[in-house]
């Protein structure tokens, strides 16, 4: 028959078994690594390579539409984790006011778009701050964020 002593002494052991808490670290580590992988998916799938590749965190949309694409989603996807350890997300749309004739509204219903995204995946929604700017010739959607 076992111990008391020697009873808590295995579960002690095992307890020390368990995997560590990852870090915030950690945590960037693994998703600069996923980020990388759905980058190049998302490149290959962006008509905008280039832009894709230049700044993850700028999400393209085609002129005349509000819609997130599938490369778009990879975007935000692999960058999640980094939302997710982030204090404060800033998400700025952009519509270029010389192009479209309602270009706040376009830029506001684009940011709304990906803040809806983020708030699906689980980022809460007193992290996120949505700006717009219709004076760049962009239209897209850059989300900034900060540890």
Do not use: W
């Not at 307890?15 to 560590?20: I, K, L, Q, R, S």
């Not at 894709?52 to 960058?79: C, H, N, R």
Request: proline share 5%; aromatic share 4%; glycine share 6%.
């Amino acid at each position: 028959m076992l111990s008391r002593v020697s009873v808590v002494a295995m579960v002690l052991s095992l307890v020390g078994c368990a995997a560590p808490k990852p870090t915030p670290v950690d945590v960037i580590k693994t998703s600069v690594n996923q980020m990388n992988v759905a980058l190049d998916t998302a490149a290959k799938m962006s008509p905008n390579t280039a832009a894709v590749q230049a700044d993850p965190t700028y999400i393209s949309f085609d002129k005349m539409s509000i819609k997130l694409t599938p490369a778009g989603e990879a975007q935000l996807t692999a960058l999640g984790p980094v939302f997710k350890v982030s204090s404060k997300i800033t998400v700025r749309g952009y519509c270029n006011r010389r192009d479209i004739g309602n270009a706040k509204a376009a830029a506001q219903a684009r940011a709304n778009t990906v803040r809806d995204f983020l708030l699906q995946m689980g980022i809460a929604a007193g992290k996120i701050d949505v700006k717009v700017d219709t004076e760049r010739a962009l239209h897209g959607v850059r989300v900034n964020f900060n540890g």
